[in-house]
T-cell receptor, first 112, second 110 residues
Framework: DVKVTQSSRYLVKRTGEKVFLECVQD?????MFWYRQDPGLGLRLIYF???????EKGDIPEGYSVSREKKERFSLILESASTSQTSMYLC???????????FGPGTRLTVL | DAKTTQPPSMDCAEGRAANLPCNHS???????VYWYRQIHSQGPQYIIH???NNETNEMASLIITEDRKSSTLILPHATLRDTAVYYC???????????FGKGTRLHILP
């Protein structure tokens, strides 16, 4: 089975802190994605990557950056966390021959 | 913006077929219809996809109208574990990003 894991299920940080969210997939997928999910707004794409060291902005990249140094790992970085970034963050991966994306369990981030 | 319209919520009795509708009247010829679901506190899960023919797998069936402007996801024998938010999505190809709409919250009634 495909497995996408995220470093934490729950995280509490303070305003201004630098936050790292890690995502690892074990299926050698080329594509990886970061979404955030908020009530009433659904899932929104933050950043995605088609290959190592490549990244593309999604629909709401402001306030975020990403890193893909290895194929299996895709990190989301909040340079200076704000309360507006309190959300559920979901990572997904998919290979070029896959029609579907496989999602991790999510990280619920609270910024105080 | 999501290119699909779904009812915000639906109820279905346990053991009955759940039929979830989706309108995608602006779908292009090369866009597929995908369905995902999200059970509470979990990440979304792929269910099924199709282009123009009806599709069936171990989870569900997908019926696409001949003009491709709407589709229906059918869960043949709904169980309580099928309670989730169901997302209908259209996308160009397998590498394209997924744009999720608000989905349909399906309640399975015992």
């Amino acid at each position: 089975d495909v497995k996408v894991t995220q470093s934490s299920r729950y995280l509490v940080k303070r305003t201004g802190e630098k936050v790292f969210l890690e995502c690892v997939q074990d299926m050698d997928h080329e594509n990886m994605f970061w979404y955030r999910q908020d009530p009433g707004l659904g899932l929104r794409l933050i950043y995605f990557s088609y290959d190592v060291k490549m990244k593309e902005k999604g629909d709401i990249p402001e306030g975020y950056s990403v890193s893909r140094e290895k194929k299996e790992r895709f990190s989301l970085i909040l340079e200076s966390a704000s309360t507006s970034q309190t959300s559920m963050y979901l990572c997904a991966s998919g290979g070029q021959n896959y029609n579907e994306q496989f999602f991790g369990p999510g990280t619920r981030l609270t910024v105080l | 913006d999501a290119k699909t319209t779904q009812p915000p919520s639906m109820d279905c009795a346990e053991g009955r077929a759940a039929n979830l509708p989706c309108n995608h009247s602006t779908i292009s010829g090369n866009e597929y219809v995908y369905w995902y679901r999200q059970i509470h506190s979990q990440g979304p899960q792929y269910i099924i996809h199709g282009l123009k023919n009806n599709e069936t797998n171990e989870m569900a069936s997908l019926i696409i109208t001949e003009d491709r402007k709407s589709s229906t996801l059918i869960l043949p024998h709904a169980t309580l574990r099928d309670t989730a938010v169901y997302y209908c999505i259209v996308r160009v190809n397998r590498d394209d990003k997924i744009i999720f709409g608000k989905g349909t919250r399906l309640h399975i009634l015992p």
